[in-house]
């Protein structure tokens, strides 16, 4: 079992930028993919970023290539999500999630249901 914390989450203007951090719990975190999800108000959950156990591979939705950075330090049980030039669509609840079955150290799971371990999640909201 993994616990994890999100925060860093908060109202910034558009083209700003805000950093996630997510710590977990335990010490298998090495062992975990990690990824970042995101709710906005009506809608599913969409997929952020991905990165795998070793942090090699990483992915990231269309929408947010170019602008949000996934990475992780397994010596701090951490993982960030750098979000720069934000938009007023990129408003959600953020959640950081792990999937503790990642079949080698460079899999970089991005659906939803791969995913094992959930944390509460941070509201961003970028005002226009």
């Known amino acids: 079992q993994v616990q994890l914390v999100e925060s860093g989450g908060g109202l910034v203007q558009a083209g700003g930028s805000l950093r996630l951090s997510c710590a977990a719990s335990g010490r298998t975190f090495s062992s975990y993919a990690m990824g970042w999800f995101r709710q906005a108000p009506g809608k599913e959950h969409e997929f952020v970023a991905a990165i795998s156990r070793s942090g090699g591979g990483r992915d990231y939705a269309d929408s947010v290539k170019g602008r949000f950075t996934i990475s992780r330090d397994n010596a701090k049980s951490t993982v960030w999500l750098q979000m720069n030039s934000l938009k007023p669509e990129d408003t959600a609840v953020y959640y950081c999630?792990?999937?503790?079955?990642?079949?080698?150290?460079?899999?970089?799971?991005?659906?939803?249901?791969?995913?094992?371990?959930w944390g509460q999640g941070t509201q961003v909201t970028v005002s226009s």
């Open positions: 999630a792990a999937d503790a079955h990642a079949f080698n150290s460079d899999y970089v799971p991005i659906i939803r249901s791969r995913y094992d371990y």
